[in-house]
């Protein structure tokens, strides 16, 4: 890790934090308003059901979305504990304070992330 990333580990640690409580809240509402709603209105014809569906699967969409973010705040903010992070995980070069203030729970420098992301679309497209 650099050293400008050392001196600014509190503010990363703080915008984890935040990031963390807010993704707890949003999954906790989400939890909550399934159990409440069971649905999201009364159906009264096929366009409605079909309005239902849509916003149940977005709903669900969003929420899996959170826990997925939620997962990585906290391997971030372990990483913080263990005085890892801030190092790629693959090339194991410190990531660049500027991608760290942006994407705090980055697990890897940019270079290494887009090189991921590339072989999993050649992978998804392999005939």
């Given at each position: 890790?650099?050293?400008?990333?050392?001196?600014?580990?509190?503010?990363?640690?703080?915008?984890?934090?935040?990031?963390?409580?807010?993704?707890?809240?949003?999954?906790?509402?989400?939890?909550?308003?399934?159990?409440?709603?069971?649905?999201?209105?009364?159906?009264?014809?096929?366009?409605?059901?079909?309005?239902?569906?849509?916003?149940?699967?977005v709903a669900d969409a969003e929420e899996r979305r959170d826990v997925d973010e939620l997962a990585r705040v906290e391997c971030a903010l372990s990483r913080l504990d263990k005085a890892t992070y801030g190092d790629c995980a693959q090339c194991g070069k410190p990531i660049p304070l500027?991608?760290?203030l942006v994407q705090p729970a980055a697990e890897r420098c940019a270079s290494c992330q887009a090189a991921l992301e590339h072989g999993l679309q050649r992978a998804l497209h392999a005939p």
């Amino acid at each position: 890790m650099d050293i400008d990333t050392q001196t600014h580990l509190t503010t990363l640690r703080e915008l984890l934090t935040y990031r963390l409580h807010e993704l707890q809240a949003e999954v906790h509402a989400a939890e909550q308003g399934a159990r409440d709603d069971g649905g999201f209105g009364d159906v009264t014809d096929l366009k409605d059901e079909a309005d239902d569906e849509l916003l149940s699967r977005v709903a669900d969409a969003e929420e899996r979305r959170d826990v997925d973010e939620l997962a990585r705040v906290e391997c971030a903010l372990s990483r913080l504990d263990k005085a890892t992070y801030g190092d790629c995980a693959q090339c194991g070069k410190p990531i660049p304070l500027q991608r760290l203030l942006v994407q705090p729970a980055a697990e890897r420098c940019a270079s290494c992330q887009a090189a991921l992301e590339h072989g999993l679309q050649r992978a998804l497209h392999a005939p």
